[in-house]
């Protein structure tokens, strides 16, 4: 039986990009699904975008009060008709063959949920691309979250992220957490006897954050949702989400070493470490000027999370916060 597909998007103003996610949708060479677009709470009028693709495919929209993405997608999931949510943000672009290969995926690989990769578009502009790179490396966090081989379980992203619709209802859908709902959303399914796939088809274009500071911020949060994730689902903690932390105070020992002891043993590590993040990223993006740019990004990313994750991991571990204390606005309010 053929699976039936409901696209869920929660969007908060980002006009430009719904129009791009709607333009790749509308060229599927399988147009037999369905897409629940849920504005939460925008301040600009997003119907006349919506407007263009009427007749195309079918689309339904629904305005909410502003509660962020998690429970926006709960919203959308509760109104969708079909057996397979597909969640997908709206800063993506995805192939003509998504739908197609999103529904082979779910004919030949078993599984309650799935995720798939995400990667730079050709028309990106040098810095996003080299924000992908970090994300995504094998030198950094993505090589540690990123794909069927680097992890025993695969955890899939609510950027790119399909789930049967009974069984998200069964668990409850997203979280109240803002941050990280949707690696808690993948364990959650796992402690409830649920399985996850990787399909390797399914990749979509991500354009994340198009400058350095909102980069770092957005990874600083990443990094502090990890320890409550830790503490949410202890079954599932790994030593290698520490490896930012140990990356970032590995570099402070490195400069009190060369000013005290006048050695240059660590920070000589690090040096290493940036020529071969800066050789990998120029085979990988075919440009130097991007394999620079992307040096000076996963140094942001593992610092960032690196701070974030000790940052969290103490105020959680040592000082004995509750989650919701420390990280208020990690938490929605239901």
């Known amino acids: 039986m053929n699976p039936s597909i409901s696209i869920v998007v929660a969007i908060f103003n980002r006009r430009d990009e719904l129009f791009e996610l709607l333009n790749s949708l509308a060229f599927q060479t399988d147009k037999d699904f369905e897409i ?35 429970l926006s997608r709960n919203y959308g999931a509760k109104r969708a008709a079909n057996d397979w949510l597909v969640f997908v943000d ?137 320890p409550i994730l830790n503490q949410r689902h202890p079954k599932y903690v790994k030593i290698s989400f520490a490896f930012p932390t140990l990356f970032f105070l590995g570099y402070v020992l490195g400069f009190i070493e060369y000013f005290v002891l006048n050695r240059g043993i660590i920070l000589a590590f690090y040096g290493l470490y940036t020529f071969m993040v800066l050789i990998h990223a120029a085979i990988v993006t075919k440009n130097i000027a991007i394999a620079g740019m992307a040096v000076i990004s996963t140094y942001i990313q593992m610092f960032s999370y690196g701070y974030g994750f000790l940052k969290s991991w103490v105020l959680l571990n040592v000082f004995r916060m509750k989650p919701q204390d420390a990280f208020p606005k990690h938490f929605h309010k239901n």
Not at 45 to 52: A, E, H, R, V, Y
């Open 90 to 226: 709206s800063d993506v672009i995805v192939e003509k063959d998504y739908i197609e290969n999103v529904k082979q995926g779910i004919l030949t690989i078993p599984c309650d949920a799935f995720g798939g990769a995400d990667k730079a578009h050709k028309g990106f502009n040098l810095m996003q691309k080299a924000i992908s790179y970090s994300m995504t490396s094998v030198f950094t966090t993505g090589g540690i979250r990123g794909n069927k081989k680097a992890v025993s379980k695969f955890q899939p992203r609510s950027f790119n992220m399909g789930v049967k619709k009974e069984v998200f209802e069964k668990v409850g859908g997203f979280s109240e957490m803002r941050i990280g709902e949707d690696p808690d959303l993948s364990m959650t399914l796992w402690e409830n006897g649920f399985t996850t796939a990787f399909f390797d088809t399914t990749a979509v274009y991500h354009k994340r954050r198009v400058d350095f500071g909102k980069f770092s911020k957005q990874v600083y949060q990443f990094g502090c949702a990890r």
């Open 36 to 70: 629940i677009i849920v504005d939460d709470g925008s301040l600009i009028d997003l119907k006349p975008t919506i407007k263009n693709f009427d007749g195309i495919f079918n689309i339904k929209y629904f305005r909410k009060n502003n509660s962020g993405p998690g």
